[in-house]
């Protein structure tokens, strides 16, 4: 992940014209995939220039392309599971996704007034935007850019997403084994372990994937499971302690 430089190409180009509470922000790209470790992110909510812009890697002052929005873009972002870029376009309130491949605009969703930020689902389906002026957050189904509203408190800014823990997801280390030892999750689900015991144990994968080296005593681990399948897991320091995960979707 590297943080870009701030776009200041606006401003140089029209020193003379730009109005004197022009803010000019920095965003951390996700480096999620191909398209997005070969290239960066940069915004502006310079009102004159109305455009997302994609700024060269290796150089910040090169604009590679330029992406037209509505008035006033706020902040763009290209999540990981999805297949568009998005920017949050606050005139309008208006959420502008585009093809990361063409720098195309592919469709404008309709959002609350004064949008300010977005986030996406884990799965990458849903898009959830803080509407500053209406007090409220939009949830977009991607897919079909179909929205539904959630009132909130005055003036919202920053979401996040928070990965998800279902129930039935977690496993309590306990007198020396996992507990329960065999869990079935669902796409997109965590499972999280935690040390309820009094000793040290670890959380092995037989096939080698991410596990836990060690866990202290209160301490806990996390993880997702891609692909479905079954899961083995030992205690790396007790091998006699095993378990196993299922996804069975
Ligand atoms: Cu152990």
Request: net charge negative.
């Given at each position: 992940?590297?943080k ?23 965003i ?6 191909e ?59 208006e ?20 949008p ?53 997801a ?10 329960p ?18 000793a ?11 596990g836990?080296?060690s ?35």
């Amino acid at each position: 992940m590297k943080k870009i430089s701030l776009l200041l190409v606006s401003a140089l180009l029209f020193p003379t014209v730009l109005p004197a509470d022009t803010v000019v922000e920095e965003i951390i790209a996700r480096v999620n995939n191909e398209i997005i470790t070969r290239t960066e992110f940069a915004h502006s909510r310079d009102q004159l220039k109305q455009e997302a812009q994609q700024q060269s890697p290796t150089d910040a002052d090169k604009i590679i392309a330029e992406i037209p929005t509505g008035v006033s873009p706020h902040y763009v972002n290209f999540f990981r599971g999805t297949s568009a870029g998005m920017v949050v376009v606050q005139g309008p309130g208006e959420l502008l996704l585009f093809d990361p491949a063409t720098n195309k605009p592919l469709r404008s969703i309709g959002v609350g007034k004064q949008p300010n930020w977005a986030t996406v689902s884990g799965d990458g389906k849903t898009a959830y935007l803080t509407n500053e002026g209406s007090n409220d957050v939009t949830v977009v189904e991607l897919a079909t850019g179909k929205t539904a509203t959630i009132a909130v408190g005055n003036a919202p800014r920053r979401i996040v997403v928070q990965p998800g823990v279902s129930s039935g997801a977690k496993v309590s280390i306990i007198n020396f084994a996992f507990e329960p030892p065999a869990t079935t999750i669902a796409a997109g689900d965590s499972v999280i372990w935690s040390n309820n015991d009094g000793a040290p144990h670890a959380v092995a994968f037989k096939d080698g994937s991410a596990g836990a080296n060690s866990l202290s005593p209160g301490e806990t681990f996390s993880r997702g499971f891609e692909k479905p399948g079954s899961y083995e897991y030992f205690c790396a320091f007790h091998p006699y302690m095993t378990g196993r995960i299922v996804r069975a979707d």
